[in-house]
C-alpha cells in the first residue's frame, strides 16, 4: 500500500488552524541510546503531520516544519538524523535550501520527497548532495529504509567532522613557529631546508619537529602528513 494511500486512511482529516512548530518527541523504547531526529520540511500541514505519526510509531523523533525559513530559524539538537524535505514550497524551494544548508555546512543528510518531481530536478538534487529523491507516493518501507541509509550517512559524516575537529585541536597547540615547521615538513622538506627558510639552526627545527610529532600524538612524518591532508592544509596556498 502507498504511503499517501495509507495516510488517507489512517488520518483523512486535514489539521486546522496555523501549524507552527512540533517538538521532538522521544518515541525509542531504549532510552540509553537517543532516537535519531527526522526533520520534516513541507508546506502541507496534514502531510507532515501524518509522515510524523508514521515516524514517531516507527521510533522515531519528529520534529516538523511548516517552510525552508523556519527549519533554519529553529536551534537543531546534536543528534543523529537527516531532513525530509519537500521540493516546492512557498518561500524557500526544497533546491534553494539545500544550497542554504550546503553554505553552512551542514552535515545533516536530505531526503526529497515530493510529489513534483521530474529527472532534471531530482539529478540537480542528487549531483548538489541529497541523500535520495523519492516521488510521492511512496511506500513505508522504501521511506524507512531511504532514512536508515541517510542516518548510517550522518553517523559517518559526523565521525569524520569530530576527528576533523579533533586534528584542529591538535594544532591549536602549537607555537607559531611549530606551526610553520609543521607546515613546510608536511610538505617534504627536510631540517636543513627549513631551518634555511626560517632562518635557524638545524638543532631548533628538530627540536620543534620533535615537539609538533609529539603535539599530534604520530611516531611518523606520513602520519602527519595524513593529517594535514584530511585539514586541507597541503591543498592550500603557500
Known amino acids: 500500500m502507498s504511503l499517501c494511500?495509507?495516510?488517507?486512511?489512517?488520518?483523512?482529516?486535514?489539521?486546522?488552524?496555523?501549524?507552527?512548530?512540533?517538538?521532538?518527541?522521544?518515541?525509542?523504547?531504549?532510552?540509553?541510546?537517543?532516537?535519531?531526529?527526522?526533520?520534516?520540511?513541507?508546506?502541507?500541514?496534514?502531510?507532515?503531520?501524518?509522515?510524523?505519526?508514521?515516524?514517531?510509531a516507527s521510533g522515531y523523533q519528529v520534529a516538523l516544519y511548516h517552510s525552508g525559513e523556519q527549519f533554519l530559524n529553529v536551534l537543531l539538537a546534536d543528534?543523529?538524523?537527516?531532513?525530509?524535505?519537500?521540493?516546492?514550497?512557498s518561500g524557500l524551494s526544497g533546491l534553494q535550501l539545500q544550497?542554504?544548508?550546503?553554505?553552512?555546512?551542514?552535515?545533516?543528510?536530505i531526503l526529497f520527497l515530493t510529489g513534483h518531481g521530474d529527472i532534471p530536478t531530482s539529478v540537480k538534487a542528487i549531483k548538489a548532495g541529497a541523500e535520495d529523491f523519492l516521488s510521492k507516493?511512496?511506500?513505508?518501507d522504501t521511506l524507512l529504509e531511504a532514512i536508515e541509509r541517510a542516518i548510517a550517512?550522518?553517523?559517518?559524516?559526523?565521525?569524520?567532522?569530530?576527528?576533523?575537529?579533533?586534528?584542529?585541536?591538535?594544532?591549536?597547540?602549537?607555537?607559531?613557529?611549530?606551526?610553520e615547521v609543521f607546515a613546510l615538513v608536511v610538505r617534504g622538506q627536510m631540517n636543513k631546508?627549513?631551518?634555511?627558510?626560517?632562518?635557524?639552526?638545524?638543532?631548533?627545527?628538530?627540536?620543534?619537529?620533535?615537539?609538533?610529532?609529539q603535539k599530534l600524538k604520530v611516531r611518523s612524518v606520513a602520519e602527519a602528513v595524513s593529517?594535514?591532508?584530511?585539514?586541507?592544509?597541503l591543498s592550500a596556498k603557500n
Do not use: W
Not at 193 to 213: D, F, N, P, S
Not at 227 to 233: D, K, P, S
Open 99 to 109: 544550497d542554504r544548508l550546503k553554505q553552512v555546512d551542514s552535515i545533516l543528510p
Open 227 to 233: 593529517i594535514a591532508e584530511r585539514l586541507g592544509i
Open 193 to 213: 631546508q627549513i631551518a634555511y627558510e626560517l632562518g635557524t639552526t638545524v638543532r631548533t627545527i628538530k627540536a620543534h619537529r620533535r615537539a609538533v610529532m
Open 153 to 179: 550517512r550522518y553517523r559517518e559524516r559526523r565521525k569524520q567532522r569530530d576527528q576533523i575537529d579533533h586534528y584542529r585541536a591538535l594544532l591549536s597547540t602549537f607555537t607559531p613557529r611549530e606551526g
Open 5 to 56: 494511500r495509507m495516510m488517507a486512511n489512517e488520518y483523512p482529516r486535514r489539521a486546522k488552524g496555523r501549524y507552527a512548530y512540533s517538538l521532538p518527541v522521544r518515541a525509542a523504547s531504549d532510552m540509553n541510546t537517543p532516537a535519531a531526529l527526522i526533520h520534516i520540511i513541507d508546506d502541507d500541514v496534514s502531510f507532515r503531520t501524518a509522515i510524523g505519526r508514521l515516524l514517531r
Open 137 to 140: 507516493p511512496v511506500s513505508k
Open 79 to 89: 543528534v543523529p538524523g537527516c531532513i525530509l524535505l519537500d521540493m516546492r514550497m
